[in-house]
């Protein structure tokens, strides 16, 4: 049976969120450790993280391999917001308690903090033009709107790394994965195009 790419569509949203669901699960539950909000904040970040950059590799596999997963990306890029939303939510509301005032003191003061709002600011700002009436309504502009998701993987990744206080490898190997990605899409004319499967739609 071959499923159509709309219910591909929604099979990735459905299977994208699994990760998030159970990791709430595993904190009803009891079973995130001894520190249950910091390990519920920085899962939910990494995911947001992993999403971003499967938002980014849509280009390269259809330039390199010619497989056209244009039509999915939207929503690998919703699932990277979701997934960001959910992470500053889980630090608005069981960190701090719903805290504003401590937690605009943390973006002014803690610039891991900055940074991190900045790309949640970029990513809301892209989910909330994603649908068509945008589209159509920004025209050109829609595109060059969203080449900012660019500038917020790359906050992300940098708001990882100010994060940790240590240095474990796991947020640079994400950082050099997107710096490789967007160096990629600086290479001038660097696509050697394949045939591509399907024709790209801009829609998702």
Do not use: C
């Not at 992993?50 to 497989?67: A, C, E, V, W």
């Not at 939303?85 to 900055?114: C, E, M, N």
């Not at 790309?119 to 595109?143: D, E, F, M, P």
């Amino acid at each position: 049976m071959r499923l159509s790419p709309r219910i591909i569509n929604w099979l990735v949203y459905v299977i994208g969120l699994q990760p998030g669901l159970w990791t709430f699960y595993l904190g009803v539950v009891d079973q995130l450790g001894a520190d249950p909000v910091k390990v519920l904040e920085h899962t939910l970040g990494e995911w947001a993280l992993r999403f971003l950059i499967l938002t980014l590799l849509i280009t390269p596999i259809r330039d390199l391999i010619g497989l056209n997963w244009i039509r999915y990306r939207r929503a690998l890029g919703l699932l990277a917001f979701y997934y960001a939303a959910a992470h500053f939510a889980t630090y608005l509301i069981l960190d701090q308690s719903l805290d504003l005032a401590a937690v605009g003191a943390d973006i002014v003061k803690r610039p891991f903090i900055t940074v991190g709002m900045a790309a949640l600011v970029i990513l809301t700002t892209l989910a909330v033009t994603s649908n068509g009436y945008s589209i159509r309504k920004l025209g050109v502009n829609w595109r060059r709107l969203h080449r900012l998701i660019y500038l917020a993987a790359a906050l992300g990744a940098v708001h990882f790394i100010l994060a940790v206080k240590s240095w474990p490898p796991e947020p640079l190997v994400y950082a050099g994965i997107i710096a490789v990605l967007l160096l990629y899409r600086l290479l001038p004319k660097r696509r050697s195009r394949r045939r591509v499967v399907a024709q790209p739609n801009p829609r998702g």
